[in-house]
């Protein structure tokens, strides 16, 4: 009968991964740990493993990758892309990186047999990828097969070798399988996608805190998946025109925009105050439709408030279009500029109202010098941008008017290089 007095404290042994130091400090990559990499189809699962295992493998460290989703040819590819040193993968990868095919989950059993047993061929194997825990139709009612997989990982982590398990997520973005897959790994690292990034979480870690605020990675220009420099959240200010009903006067007033990433497990909201919950959603709606926009399970604060406002003004839908856009790319604004517009479903740009361009006349006679350095150009629809033109030529008003005909031609040439 064993006393805690008689166990012996084995000390812990980190893996070392020279190219991705902040995976090891926020996941605890250890020897003989269990991992569960889940995420969507084409989010970077395999990318970040293969990462892992090159890194393990420059250091001499042989390392086994089990596939039954992709060829041995897909992964060689990938493989190029993340790891290669000037066109060539390192002598040490191509010895150590070894990869092989597992048609069903039930295999594994073969398995046993060759990296549990001495002198075998993978008996000196440090780190295992199964890639992936559902490939080959195992469904998660297939108790059978991942009580193998759980044989399998536990006899592994007994040997001190490291599994990674790549795993899929259900349509609402929960991890498929059972629930009890969460319960027999070390770790869960949930990959999610939000616009260009790849917001990382780990909701479970025997060996660490876990991290349920995202962790914000992107690719760099190999593929490979690196933290991101725009983790911190983008605030954007777009100025458009409103009316201050105190001081009974149309004035410029502020729209304010970030799109935040939610905490893991907590839902996606609409922060809006004093604005119309449905037309910003129809807002959201349009723009869900650009391409390379990708705004599900996102968090979206909205601000426009002008003094004794009695209402939403359709101008205000290009501002905050843009405000919303703006911060969810992480990019810039024109400075010094004016924006306002109705966005219609098809997101075609459509006037603000005669008001506006009155308004906008008003605003701009008798102003300092100073004021009218700091408001260089307007952004109008199209349809009144010449009616506008010709009030500010009339009153010797230098303004730039900007025509726009829909959000994606006026996105596109704000921001060239993203759309």
């Known amino acids: 009968m064993p006393r805690l007095g008689d166990i012996r404290e084995a000390s812990i042994e980190h893996l070392n991964l020279p190219s991705m130091p902040w995976l090891q400090e ?30 393990l493998a420059l250091q001499g460290n042989k390392v086994l990758y089990l596939t039954n989703e ?13 790891l290669s040193e000037e066109g060539e993968l390192p002598n040490r990868v191509k010895e150590n990186f070894l990869i092989e095919h597992l048609v069903r989950i039930e295999d594994l059993e073969f398995w046993h047999h060759h990296l549990f047993l ?24 297939a108790r059978a097969s991942y009580r193998k997989l759980y044989s399998f990982t536990y006899a592994a982590k007994n040997h001190g070798i490291t599994s990674i398990l790549i795993g899929h997520v ?26 260009k990034l790849r917001p990382l979480f780990v909701p479970k870690n025997r060996y660490g805190p876990a991290r ?5 990675l992107t690719m760099d220009k190999k593929g490979r998946l690196v933290p991101s420099p725009y983790a ?30 939610p905490k893991y497990g907590e839902r996606p909201k609409l922060r809006a105050p004093y604005l119309p919950s449905e037309r910003l959603k129809q807002l959201l709606t349009v723009l869900s439709q650009l391409p390379e926009i990708d705004i599900s399970n996102l968090t979206f604060e909205v601000n426009c408030y002008v003094r004794g406002s009695r209402g939403y003004h359709i101008g205000f839908d290009l501002p905050i279009a843009l405000g919303i856009v703006t911060s969810y790319l992480r990019e810039r604004i024109p400075a010094s500029s004016i924006f306002t517009g109705e966005v219609d479903l098809t997101g075609r740009i459509r006037p603000p109202g005669r008001m506006i361009v009155e308004w906008l006349g008003h605003i701009f006679q008798d102003q300092e010098p100073s004021f009218l350095q700091n408001c260089s150009r307007i952004y109008i629809s199209s349809e009144v941008s010449g009616e506008l033109e ?5 009153n010797n008003i230098d303004i730039q008017i900007n025509a726009a005909d829909d959000i994606l031609s006026l996105f596109k040439d704000i921001w060239p290089h993203a759309f």
Not at 118 to 141: E, H, K
Not at 170 to 195: C, M, N, S, Y
Not at 212 to 216: E, H, Q, R
């Open 212 to 216: 349920l605020d995202p962790v914000t």
């Open 26 to 55: 926020i996941a605890g990559i250890r020897k003989g740990g269990i991992y569960l990499l889940a995420g969507e189809p084409g989010i970077g699962k395999t990318t970040l493993a293969i990462q892992i295992f090159g890194d």
């Open 118 to 141: 001495p002198d075998q061929p993978y008996s000196d194997v440090s780190a295992i990828a199964i890639d992936s825990v559902q490939g080959g139709g195992t469904a998660s009612t």
């Open 70 to 82: 992709q060829t041995q040819f897909d992964l060689l590819s990938v493989a190029k892309r993340v």
């Open 390 to 394: 010709d009030i500010f030529n009339q």
């Open 170 to 195: 259900t349509k609402d973005g929960k991890i498929a399988g059972p629930k009890d897959l969460e319960h027999e790994v070390d770790a869960i690292i949930h990959l999610r996608r939000a616009f």
């Open 232 to 261: 911190t959240p983008s605030n954007v200010i777009v100025h458009t025109v409103g009316y201050d009903y105190e001081l009974r006067s149309p004035m410029i007033t502020e729209v304010q925009a970030n799109v935040l990433i």
